[in-house]
C-alpha cells in the first residue's frame, strides 16, 4: 500500500481530513467561505466566471451576459445625464420631468453631490463594460485560486502566503459587503424620504416623482457596489503583488547574506531564478496596469473633487446641521476609500523599490534604522529642510520685533487703539461725539469751543 502524497494543504476538524479537490489545490472549506463575497463581483460584470474558468476565447460563453454590462452603463448614463441637466438648468417644467422641485438650498447641494457621484459611477461602468468588450479582465487570474481552478503554486505561492492572502482577501472583501449594504440602504432611505417629501409638498408631479425614485435607489445601490467592491479587489491584488515581491526581496537577502553557506553556482542559479520571477511579475503588473491605471485616475480625479465640495458645503456656508453632516460624511467616505488606495499600492510600490537597494547591497554604506541610507543626497535635503525652517524662524522674529517697534512709538497702545476704534464705531448716541479724536480731547479745548459759541450767541 503506497503512502499517501503530501498536501500543501492539510487541515484536521475532529481528526478527519477536509475534503480538498486536487493535490496543491486550496481546501473547499476555504472556497466556500470565500466564494460568498466572491460573488459580490457578479453585479458588476457577468462574465467573471466564465473568464476564470478559462472559457473566453475571443468570445464569451454565453455572449447575453454582456447585456447585462450595457443595461447597468445605461443605468447609470441615465442617472449621470438627469444630474448634469438639473446642475445647470433652472427651469420648472424640465425639472419637473426629472423628479425634482425649483432650485433652491440645501436641494442644489445635494443635486451637485449627487452629480459627481454620477459621473463617478458612470465612468467606472463604462471602464468595466470595456474590459469585457476587450478582455481587459487578465488581472482576475490570481483570483481563480480562491475558486479552486488552478492551484496557489502556479501564482507563485506557497502556504503560507496563501493563508495570510486567503485571511486578508476575506476579511478585506466582508468589510466590502458590509459597508455596500450599509451605505446602500443609507442612500435608499434618503432617497425615498426625499421623494415622500416631494409628494406630500406637491413641487413634483407624483408620477415622475415615484419613477425617478425607483431608479435613484436602484442607482444607490450599483453605484456603493461599484466603489467598494472595486476598492475590495484592488487591495486584495495589492496585497498578493507585495507578498510576492516581498518574498522575492528574502530570496535575495538570503543569497547575499554573509553567513549562507550555498555554492557559488548555486548562488547563480537561485540568482538567476529570482530574477525571472521578478520579471513575470512586473510584466504581469504592467498587463494589469491597462485596467487599474484607469481605476485609479478615475478613483483620484473623482474622489477629490468629491472631497473639496463636501468639504466646502460642510464647514464653509451657512447651512442646516443635517446638510452639514451629511456633506462631511460623504467627505470622510470619499477620503477614506482614496486613503485606502493609496496604502495599498505604496505598499506594492515600496516592496518593488526595495528589490534594487537588495541588488545594490543592503549593508553597504550606513542607515538610519532602515528608514534611510545616509548618502550626499540625504545630508542636503537635510540641510534644506534646516535653512527652509530657519529662514521661516527669522522672518517671524523680524515680524514681532517691527511689530514691538511700532507700537512702542505710538501714543497709544494696542488695548487703547482697540477702545477708541470700538467707541467711534458702536457708540449709537446721536447727541454724542462720533469722534475717537475728540472723545479724546482735553476738556478746556472744549470748553473754550463752548465758550466762543456763548459769547457769539
Not at 425615498?192 to 425607483?214: D, G
Not at 517697534?405 to 487703547?416: N, R, V
Not at 477708541?420 to 473754550?448: M, Y
Amino acid at each position: 500500500m503506497s503512502k499517501p502524497t503530501r498536501m500543501p494543504y492539510f487541515n484536521q476538524a475532529g481528526g478527519k481530513e477536509q475534503v480538498v479537490l486536487a493535490e496543491g489545490y486550496l481546501p473547499t472549506d476555504k472556497i466556500f467561505k470565500i466564494d460568498r463575497y466572491l460573488r459580490y463581483f457578479g453585479m458588476l460584470s457577468q462574465s467573471i466566471e466564465d473568464y476564470l474558468q478559462g472559457n473566453i476565447r475571443g468570445k464569451l460563453k454565453r455572449p447575453t451576459k454582456r447585456l447585462y454590462g450595457l443595461a447597468v452603463l445605461s443605468l447609470m448614463t441615465i442617472v449621470f445625464s438627469r444630474n448634469m441637466i438639473l446642475a445647470f438648468v433652472d427651469d420648472p417644467d424640465v425639472r419637473n420631468v426629472l423628479g425634482e422641485a425649483a432650485p433652491g438650498r440645501p436641494a442644489k447641494q445635494f443635486t451637485m453631490a449627487l452629480t459627481l457621484w454620477s459621473i463617478y459611477s458612470f465612468l467606472i461602468s463604462r471602464l468595466f463594460y470595456r474590459a469585457e468588450k476587450f478582455r481587459w479582465n487578465s488581472w482576475l487570474s490570481p483570483f481563480a485560486v480562491f475558486k479552486g481552478f488552478i492551484p496557489p503554486s502556479i501564482m507563485g505561492l506557497d502556504t503560507e502566503m496563501t493563508d495570510h492572502w486567503f485571511a486578508k482577501t476575506k476579511k478585506v472583501l466582508a468589510q466590502m459587503a458590509l459597508f455596500t449594504n450599509i451605505r446602500a440602504a443609507l442612500g435608499s432611505m434618503m432617497m425615498a424620504w426625499v421623494a415622500y417629501a416631494r409628494l406630500r409638498s406637491n413641487s413634483v408631479s407624483q408620477p415622475f416623482a415615484l419613477l425617478w425614485a425607483t431608479i435613484l435607489i436602484v442607482w444607490v445601490y450599483y453605484c456603493t457596489a461599484y466603489a467598494y467592491i472595486g476598492y475590495g479587489h484592488f487591495i486584495s491584488l495589492a496585497y498578493y503583488f507585495r507578498m510576492r515581491f516581498h518574498k522575492v526581496n528574502e530570496d535575495i537577502e538570503s543569497i547575499i547574506a554573509p553567513d549562507n553557506r550555498m555554492k557559488p553556482n548555486e548562488r547563480c542559479a537561485t540568482l538567476h531564478h529570482v530574477l525571472n520571477e521578478h520579471n513575470e511579475l512586473c510584466i504581469k503588473i504592467k498587463q494589469y496596469n491597462v485596467f487599474w491605471a484607469k481605476y485609479l485616475m478615475y478613483t483620484y480625479f473623482m474622489f477629490v473633487a468629491i472631497i473639496c465640495y463636501s468639504t466646502f458645503q460642510a464647514f464653509f456656508t451657512y447651512n442646516r446641521t443635517l446638510v452639514r453632516a451629511v456633506m462631511f460624511s460623504l467627505a470622510l467616505e470619499s477620503a477614506y476609500l482614496i486613503t485606502k488606495v493609496s496604502i495599498a499600492a505604496s505598499r506594492m510600490a515600496n516592496e518593488l523599490r526595495m528589490f534594487i537597494q537588495r541588488l545594490s547591497g543592503p549593508t553597504i554604506g550606513f542607515y538610519c534604522l532602515d528608514l534611510f541610507e545616509i548618502t550626499y543626497s540625504t545630508y542636503a535635503s537635510i540641510i534644506a529642510a534646516l535653512g527652509q525652517n530657519f529662514l521661516l524662524i527669522v522672518d517671524f522674529v523680524r515680524s514681532y520685533a517691527e511689530l514691538k517697534e511700532e507700537q512702542s512709538q505710538s501714543d497709544l497702545d494696542i488695548p487703547q487703539v482697540f477702545d477708541v476704534i470700538t467707541n467711534s464705531t458702536f457708540d449709537l448716541n446721536p447727541l454724542s461725539l462720533t469722534s475717537g479724536s475728540l472723545q479724546g480731547a482735553l476738556p478746556e479745548t472744549l470748553t473754550d469751543g463752548d465758550g466762543d459759541r456763548d459769547s457769539d450767541s
